[in-house]
């Protein structure tokens, strides 16, 4: 069985850039996630997918992420414009309802 | 408010040791508990999952983590560590949206 692919695995940027990630989830998974991980910390989910639509975005910061997943199948996250502080790895998840989630292996985004 | 504490930011053990991982939460309800592990530049792989009966929980990887109510704790245990278990653990609550502990970074030395 495919994992979760990400692409790219590296990216850097400059500040004020933007930049956008991809998540291919596994294969008939409806829940999509994606995860904000800083050096040196746990996982934060920024925003949940069920399906295409959203269940939960409360710790995306809105002004300057967004994130979409039409047809419920492939997502892309971006960040316009970058700060230094998104400096990060960024881990896609998905899952079947009410399971584990599976984790993709990250794109790590470096803001200088 | 859900939240996972990982006292431990670092620990070393020797091949073939006995390794010992905690991890305390609050959640409000019963909750569903998680172990994860990540190599270097890797994603997250799940070792174990606690979501209700029995509360010793057996992993991947000869892992296992016992729930514990009275002291809110999911302490993950290895009666043999081998150099290849050296990676960075997460404990992790929640049902559909997970909080993550800080994580625990383990060493494994010859």
């Known amino acids: 069985e495919a994992g979760v692919a990400q692409s790219p695995r590296y990216k850097i940027i400059e500040k004020r850039q933007s930049v956008a990630f991809w998540c291919n989830p596994i294969s008939g998974h409806a829940t999509l996630y994606w995860y904000q991980q800083i050096l040196g910390q746990g996982p934060k989910l920024l925003i949940q997918f069920q399906n295409n ?3 939960d975005d409360s710790q995306l ?5 967004s994130a979409e997943r039409l047809k419920g199948v492939d ?5 316009q414009p970058a700060k230094l502080e998104d400096s990060a790895v960024y881990l896609c998840a998905s899952s ?3 399971s584990s989630a599976f984790f993709g292996q990250g794109t790590r985004l470096t803001v200088v | 408010a859900q939240s996972v504490t990982q006292p431990d930011i670092h620990i070393t053990v020797s091949e073939g040791a ?3 991982l ?3 939460y609050s959640y409000g309800a019963t909750p569903y508990l998680f172990w994860y592990v990540q190599s270097p530049g ?3 792989q799940l070792l174990l999952k606690y979501f209700s009966g029995d509360t010793l929980v057996q992993g991947i990887k000869g892992f296992e983590a016992e729930f514990k109510r009275s002291q809110s704790s999911f302490n993950l245990r290895k009666p043999s560590v081998h150099w290849s ?3 960075e653990y997460f404990c992790a609550v929640g049902d559909y949206k997970l909080s993550f502990g800080a994580g625990t970074t383990v060493t494994v030395r010859a």
């Open chain 2, 85 to 87: 278990d050296a990676a």
């Open chain 1, 75 to 79: 997502s892309t996250l971006k960040i």
């Open chain 2, 18 to 20: 006995s390794l010992e």
């Open chain 1, 61 to 65: 910061p809105k002004d300057r992420f």
């Open chain 1, 53 to 55: 639509g959203v269940v």
């Open chain 2, 42 to 44: 890797q994603g997250l």
């Open chain 1, 96 to 98: 079947l309802a009410g």
């Open chain 2, 22 to 24: 905690r991890c305390n």
